[in-house]
């Protein structure tokens, strides 16, 4: 069935976070990590089936079994997982999960491991629980960026590192930890009692035909001391609908995870549930269409921001968002030289590199075409 990305409804008047930014200004936004795309039709048929039916009172998740059928499916089929259904505790989001995994199993003063270059909420997850941040570089092995593992052998050696949070896909880098790279992480870990809690939110938006995404959980050496946390949120654009999922194998981690967000964090609701089933379950074609897109906006993206004298881009593995190095440009603030170009990027500086920015590629190809243009010219 062909699909059209090429035709993206206007969000203007849908109070859409990434557009109310700019609104007003002749900025194209190119923040906020969701897409342009229109949702695949089964999951709009879904939720305006559940309108037409008219009640959205309460549903336990964990009631609510074809949505939890589908997560164990999509797991199997496009990442060989095979989960028990036991180990799937459902999140209302990604963000509050990595902080429910601070809270779960550290103490006050003990320190996380995070990966820098990152996700600004992720940054700032340890602060917001009374914990010390140690932070761990992003190198540049073989024109490839990954996580320093050296410096976080090092690191995890002190006793007060409790939990390593790691973002794999990684963002902004959009590298995509390999099997030797996650089996040291495993190593790590487990040698001086740290707890792994993986954030995979972008594990299904793997671009790079050389690189597959390996579940943190699925691995032996990680199953009994890791929290990986997935969604359907990114890449079928319904980050909206607040529902994510953390898999838990281990009961004594699960039971922790689950204590610490207790009264805090509420149900994902069933338009959550919903979607994230008809995704899960009936739009695998929809997926690989959107996938090639993606990739041919990587491919004209790479090569627009390459020719554009002191930016340059690397090609990277996974997700929709490209990690741009200003340093080239000599200005103090490279944020402010794109948005006077009418580009609104994220700002490097919130991901812990003031000379970058963020540059999302999730839209159209004239939408894209039109923040290349801008970007390149004087
Ligand atoms: C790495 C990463 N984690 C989490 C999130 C947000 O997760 P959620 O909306 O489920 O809280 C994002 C959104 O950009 C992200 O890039």
């Known amino acids: 069935m062909p699909y059209n990305f090429d035709q993206t409804p206007s969000r203007e008047g849908t109070y859409s976070f990434k557009w109310e930014k700019y609104k007003g200004q002749d900025i194209v936004p190119a923040w906020v990590a969701d897409t342009e795309f229109r949702c695949a039709d089964p999951i709009l048929d879904a939720i305006h089936q559940r309108a037409d039916h008219g009640n959205l009172g309460y549903v336990l998740p964990n009631h609510y079994q074809p949505a939890i059928d589908a997560v164990a499916r999509w797991l199997k089929d496009k990442h060989n997982w095979h989960i028990d259904k036991q180990w799937l505790v459902w999140m209302p989001g990604v963000v509050p999960a990595f902080n429910a995994a601070c809270k779960a199993y550290c103490e006050a003063g003990d320190k996380v491991m995070v990966q820098v270059p990152n996700y600004p909420p992720l940054l700032a997850a340890p602060k917001l629980n009374?914990?010390?941040?140690?932070?761990?570089?992003?190198?540049?092995?073989?024109?490839?960026?990954?996580?320093?593992?050296?410096?976080?052998?090092?690191?995890?050696?002190?006793?007060?590192?409790?939990?390593?949070?790691?973002?794999?896909?990684?963002?902004?880098?959009?590298?995509?930890?390999?099997?030797?790279?996650?089996?040291?992480?495993?190593?790590?870990?487990?040698?001086?009692?740290?707890?792994?809690?993986?954030?995979?939110?972008?594990?299904?938006?793997?671009?790079?035909?050389?690189?597959?995404?390996?579940?943190?959980?699925?691995?032996?050496?990680?199953?009994?001391?890791?929290?990986?946390?997935?969604?359907?949120?990114?890449?079928?654009?319904?980050?909206?609908?607040?529902?994510?999922?953390?898999?838990?194998?281990?009961?004594?981690?699960?039971?922790?995870?689950?204590?610490?967000?207790?009264?805090?964090?509420?149900?994902?609701?069933?338009?959550?549930?919903?979607?994230?089933?008809?995704?899960?379950?009936?739009?695998?074609?929809?997926?690989?269409?959107?996938?090639?897109y993606l990739r041919d906006n990587r491919d004209l993206l790479v090569s627009r921001i390459n020719a554009i004298e002191g930016l340059s881009v690397k090609s990277q593995e996974a997700t929709f968002l490209a990690w741009v190095d200003?340093?080239?440009?000599?200005?103090?603030?490279?944020?402010?030289?794109?948005?006077?170009?009418?580009?609104?990027?994220?700002?490097?500086?919130?991901?812990?590199?003031?000379?970058?920015?963020?540059?999302?590629?999730?839209?159209?190809?004239?939408?894209?075409t039109e923040i290349l243009d801008r970007l390149a010219s004087e």
Do not use: Y
């Open 130 to 292: 009374n914990l010390e941040r140690v932070d761990i570089d992003t190198i540049e092995v073989d024109g490839r960026f990954t996580l320093d593992l050296d410096q976080l052998a090092q690191a995890a050696q002190d006793p007060a590192c409790k939990l390593l949070v790691l973002c794999n896909p990684m963002n902004p880098v959009g590298s995509v930890l390999n099997a030797d790279e996650l089996a040291r992480i495993a190593e790590i870990c487990n040698t001086n009692d740290v707890v792994l809690c993986s954030d995979e939110i972008h594990c299904d938006l793997i671009l790079d035909d050389n690189a597959t995404h390996i579940p943190a959980g699925r691995e032996a050496a990680l199953k009994d001391n890791s929290v990986t946390l997935m969604a359907a949120s990114k890449t079928f654009n319904i980050a909206g609908l607040g529902a994510s999922f953390a898999i838990i194998p281990n009961a004594t981690l699960r039971q922790q995870f689950v204590s610490a967000a207790a009264g805090m964090v509420p149900w994902v609701n069933q338009l959550g549930l919903l979607a994230t089933e008809a995704a899960f379950t009936q739009c695998d074609d929809w997926h690989q269409a959107q996938l090639a």
């Open 326 to 368: 200003a340093s080239g440009l000599g200005v103090d603030d490279v944020q402010k030289w794109a948005e006077q170009r009418g580009v609104g990027p994220s700002a490097g500086v919130d991901f812990g590199a003031p000379d970058h920015f963020r540059i999302n590629f999730g839209c159209s190809r004239a939408m894209l």
